[in-house]
T-cell receptor, first 114, second 112 residues
Framework: NAGVTQTPKFQVLKTGQSMTLQCAQDMNHEYMSWYRQDPGMGLRLIHYSVGAGITDQGEVPNGYNVSRSTTEDFPLRLLSAAPSQTSVYFCASSYLPQDGYEQYFGPGTRLTVT | DAKTTQPPSMDCAEGRAANLPCNHS???????VYWYRQIHSQGPQYIIHGLKNNETNEMASLIITEDRKSSTLILPHATLRDTAVYYCIVSGPLAYGNKLVFGAGTILRVKS
């Protein structure tokens, strides 16, 4: 299994540009999520999905859109990039048990908005 | 906001046990204690989780107090590669809409 993969690894955008961060997992996990991590801080949840066709907002959703058309993929869209969105973005996935679970994280995408 | 309190940093000698404390005095009955770590800006890595009982796996042991208000993660023989930020998280099952909320964590420095 490749686990959770993210592309690109690095990206530089100009203010106002749009782009999509890709996330894929091959473990047939129902749950997928996006986090952002600013320097020296913990991760903050942006959006999450509990299955294909179902998405919901996390702690910091403004400026980001998501969709989940397949179980495997969960892309994150920045519609009009702003310097405040400069961050490292992590995608994660897991099963949806009714008890404890392990969440698998991707390697991250490092985004700089100038 | 994170429901846990951790020391900002700790040092440990290589080969010794690293004991990382975590306070979670407001934990609810169906909430689990999770530990993740993040090595040098890589994606966080799951370590272990528990509900009431102590747990052990190939990476670590988790000791939860009887009142469940605090816990300790134990790395039995720390190596330089264990230097990382360790996050203690309290959360209920994902299936019921709960989420992982990361705090600032504890920076563990393992020194030779």
């Amino acid at each position: 299994n490749a686990g959770v993969t993210q592309t690109p690894k690095f990206q530089v955008l100009k203010t106002g540009q749009s782009m999509t961060l890709q996330c894929a997992q091959d473990m047939n996990h129902e749950y997928m999520s996006w986090y952002r991590q600013d320097p020296g801080m913990g991760l903050r949840l942006i959006h999450y999905s509990v299955g294909a066709g179902i998405t919901d907002q996390g702690e910091v959703p403004n400026g980001y859109n998501v969709s989940r058309s397949t179980t495997e993929d969960f892309p994150l869209r920045l519609l009009s990039a702003a310097p405040s969105q400069t961050s490292v973005y992590f995608c994660a996935s897991s099963y949806l048990p009714q008890d404890g679970y392990e969440q698998y994280f991707g390697p991250g995408t490092r985004l700089t908005v100038t | 906001d994170a429901k846990t309190t951790q020391p900002p940093s700790m040092d440990c000698a290589e080969g010794r046990a690293a004991n990382l404390p975590c306070n979670h005095s407001t934990i609810s009955g169906n909430e689990y204690v999770y530990w993740y770590r993040q090595i040098h800006s890589q994606g966080p890595q799951y370590i272990i989780h528990g509900l009431k009982n102590n747990e052990t796996n190939e990476m670590a042991s988790l000791i939860i107090t009887e009142d469940r208000k605090s816990s300790t993660l134990i790395l039995p023989h720390a190596t330089l590669r264990d230097t990382a930020v360790y996050y203690c998280i309290v959360s209920g099952p994902l299936a019921y809409g709960n989420k992982l909320v990361f705090g600032a964590g504890t920076i563990l420095r393992v020194k030779s």
